[in-house]
């Protein structure tokens, strides 16, 4: 069995890209795959999405807005993760629709309305994501990603439980690229031979053993 941890900003382009190659892994590869997408709240995430919305490094006030958002995002994502993967997954997507796609601003009435069409109790919804489970559920997503030492958005890491106790950490990674690693196709320790750094590029994708 393989593992696929997807560290992601919930409000990032790329990382709606990335979760939707993830996706289309587990449907086109033989293997099982079981994978988790993980949010990820640092200032580096921060201020690319700031940088992405044209506002200054300086501007304490957006700063502070993006910030906000994006951890009332997330809590809300963990508390419709409380009422199963599926429907966690299908909240945090459609959020993403509303927001990126529809151009909606984030509120307490969106999440709401998206909470319903994904079919969660909505009562315990709005208590779940001002729990103290949420908040802890946040905060072990981020000691996860210290431990796997990962500090940028749509950063992939795989383990495959069954062959080895290693496992792959892919920045920028292409599809392609993770197809191929998880398929046994990609020898992580071959490429990385091959290079004196422990870390490789490939198709622009950096490769690093865990």
């Given at each position: 069995?393989?593992?696929?941890y997807?560290?992601?900003?919930?409000?990032g382009?790329?990382?709606?890209?990335d979760?939707?190659?993830?996706l289309?892994?587990?449907n086109d590869?033989?293997?099982?795959?079981?994978f988790?997408?993980?949010?990820?709240?640092n200032?580096?995430?921060?201020q690319?999405?700031?940088?992405?919305?044209?506002?200054?490094?300086s501007?304490?006030?957006?700063q502070?807005?993006q910030?906000?958002?994006l951890y009332r995002?997330?809590?809300?994502?963990?508390?419709?993760?409380?009422?199963?993967k599926?429907?966690?997954l299908n909240?945090?997507?459609a959020?993403q629709?509303?927001?990126?796609?529809a151009?909606q601003?984030?509120s307490v009435?969106l999440?709401?309305?998206?909470?319903k069409?994904?079919k969660?109790d909505?009562?315990?919804?709005?208590e779940?994501r001002?729990?103290?489970l949420a908040?802890?559920?946040?905060?072990?997503?981020q000691?996860l990603a210290?431990?796997?030492?990962?500090?940028?958005?749509?950063s992939?890491?795989v383990?495959?439980?069954?062959?080895y106790?290693y496992?792959?950490?892919?920045e920028?990674?292409?599809?392609?690229?993770?197809?191929?690693?998880v398929?046994?196709q990609l020898?992580?320790f071959?490429?990385l031979n091959q290079?004196?750094?422990n870390?490789?590029s490939?198709?622009?994708t950096?490769?690093h053993?865990?």
């Open positions: 069995m393989l593992e696929v997807l560290f992601v900003n919930p409000l382009e790329q990382c709606v890209r979760e939707q190659n993830v289309r892994l587990a590869s033989d293997k099982q795959i079981q988790q997408f993980v949010p990820l709240l200032i580096n995430v921060i690319k999405a700031m940088q992405r919305q044209g506002f200054k490094p501007d304490w006030q957006a502070n807005q910030s906000q958002t995002l997330i809590l809300d994502y963990k508390a419709a993760l409380f009422q199963g599926k429907r966690g909240f945090l997507i959020m629709d509303a927001l990126l796609k151009g601003s984030y009435a999440a709401q309305d998206v909470a069409q994904c969660i909505l009562d315990m919804f709005m779940d001002d729990s103290d908040k802890q559920a946040f905060h072990a997503d000691r210290s431990e796997m030492a990962i500090t940028e958005s749509s992939a890491v383990f495959d439980c069954d062959n106790d496992g792959v950490l892919l920028q990674f292409t599809y392609n690229t993770l197809f191929d690693l398929n046994g020898d992580p071959q490429a290079h004196t750094k870390c490789v490939l198709d622009n950096q490769l053993v865990l």
